[in-house]
């Protein structure tokens, strides 16, 4: 815990600079916010960047100083020293003004990475702006939370929620998830978790897989919307963090038993019993799964599910990128006008419906009209037509079977639309749109998007990137036995 220090007051105190810089701020904001009456000859002279070039000036320089902050750190002898202003501290941070009422000297301890940004911080504090990197934004919250800088703290974590695609080389999303667990920042954490269960095959394949925490790594298995190529990717990189990691047995185990071992094909779950050591070490925990699994693939699903509840997590899909679950479509000019497309996918996960094939429909319009914005004949002049501005549309895609067939009886289908960005040089799933049987569309499909624009950030050098995935679902259709 980082500790707080201080001498006695000083006899008298030097305000006069910080007060007449004060006095300029105010004088400058009032002519900003001056009322022009409608008067054409108005206008705002805007010094204040050269206030902030001064500010910054009185900073480095020390002139008037009233106050002197010492930053002790382990990783030096020697602390770091702010000749400051106590006008200007207390102006932001409610702990410095505290700090510097009864006295004109404090020593600060900070840890090695927080001394290392302390200068920034302060000329924040001076002029209300400051550049960090990915791997300096923890430490800038720390301090911006330490010393109740409120402003400061919203911006960093405002920061860290809109760059979660940048690509550094150790990853940062993973501590970033961890951070904001330890400080209580909800919106972080949610933005983390959703983040890597939408780009999960990016992050299995990194360094920062490594680092993950038990308790993330039971969050994103309980997930169904977890973006991956397939289930037995999701065990190798989970049979990796258990080697790497070795939790006791029965975290081991509780792991293991999330493993949707119903979506992975006979073939590879007998490779796995017979060459997985991390299996071979925990079988007799998932002993019940993996012949639960077997059932599964070797019966009909409708006669599996009179005697087993296949209405659980265990027996529905995530969202899968292997062809046999849905397709890839790259929409060229999606403003220009309606496309369309089709694909096949196996109607089931069990391997008793693996060589049936369900085709899809795809119908996607760039300028959809609801029914409410259709043109319709005007009552005061006749004949004549409300107008339609093309913007008043919005997209649609239309998802439907080509077919019906007495096989789908006993599933649905659950139908996924990711959609592909590019950020911070990446592409990155941000979008995802969820939506049954019951309905062919997703109501909110890209709502807010402007494909219009060739800079829009749903589009990749001027193409709509989408991947469609079908999630087949059994249901019981008859009570379970107990």
């Known amino acids: 815990m980082a500790r707080l220090t201080g001498t006695r007051p000083v006899a008298t105190r030097r305000w006069g600079c910080a007060a007449a810089f004060l006095l300029l701020l105010f004088t400058v904001q009032a002519a900003q916010k001056a009322d022009f009456s409608g008067d054409s000859t108005a206008a705002t002279i805007n010094h204040s960047l050269t206030l902030l070039q001064r500010l910054q000036e009185l900073l480095q320089n020390g002139n008037g100083s009233d106050s002197v902050l010492r930053v002790r750190s382990a990783a030096s002898d020697e602390p770091k020293v702010f000749h400051t202003h106590q006008l200007l501290l207390s102006l932001q941070s409610e702990v410095f003004e505290s700090l510097l009422r009864n006295q004109s000297v404090v020593t600060l301890y900070e840890p090695p990475e927080t001394a290392a940004l ?37 911006g960093v974590a405002e920061y860290m929620r809109t760059h979660l695609a940048s690509e550094s080389s150790q990853g940062h999303v993973v501590g970033w998830y961890h951070y904001a667990v330890r400080v209580g920042d909800a919106a972080l954490q949610e933005s983390c978790l959703q983040f890597l269960a939408w780009n999960l095959s990016a992050v299995l394949g990194s360094a920062e897989w490594g680092s993950v925490s038990v308790e993330l790594l039971l969050l994103l298995l309980e997930r169904s919307d977890l973006v991956l190529h397939s289930e037995l990717e999701l065990y190798t990189a989970v049979e990796g963090w258990l080697s790497r990691r070795q939790p006791e047995a029965a975290v081991a185990e509780r792991v293991l038993r999330a493993i949707r071992y119903p979506m992975i094909a006979p073939s590879q779950l007998f490779r796995l ?16 799964l993996l012949f639960q699994a077997f059932q599964f693939h070797a019966a009909s699903p409708l006669h599996f599910a009179k005697y087993f509840d296949v209405n659980c997590s265990m027996f529905l899909p995530r969202n899968y990128l292997a062809p046999s679950w849905g397709s890839q479509w790259v929409i060229t000019n999606p403003a220009r006008d309606d496309r369309s497309t089709s694909f096949q996918t ?53 998802i439907t079977p080509a077919m019906s067939s007495p096989e789908f009886a ?73």
Not at 273 to 288: E, I, K, N
Not at 418 to 443: I, M, P, T, W
């Open 118 to 154: 302390f200068e920034k911080f302060i000329r924040y504090l001076y002029c209300g702006g400051v550049s960090i990197l990915l791997h300096q934004a923890i430490p800038m919250h720390q301090l911006a939370s330490k010393y109740r800088v409120w402003g400061l703290q919203r």
């Open 273 to 288: 019993q017979a060459q997985s050591a991390v299996l071979a070490r925990h079988r007799g925990a998932v002993q019940d």
């Open 346 to 398: 196996q109607l089931g996960p069990s391997s008793h419906d693996a060589g049936k094939r369900v085709t899809w429909n795809v119908l996607f319009s760039p300028r959809w009209l609801p029914v409410s914005l259709r043109p319709v004949y005007s009552d005061s002049v006749a004949g004549a037509i409300q107008p339609v501005r093309i913007e008043d549309g919005r997209p649609r895609l239309v």
């Open 410 to 482: 006993g599933v649905s289908f659950q139908k996924t639309v990711l959609v592909g960005v590019r950020q911070q040089g990446r592409v990155l799933v941000k979008h995802a749109y969820s939506f049954h049987q019951s309905s062919d569309e997703a109501a909110d499909f890209l709502v807010h998007a402007d494909l219009q624009k060739r800079t829009s950030e749903y589009l990749i050098d001027n193409s709509l990137h989408l991947h469609i995935i079908i999630k087949p679902v059994y249901h019981s259709l008859i009570k379970v036995k107990k």
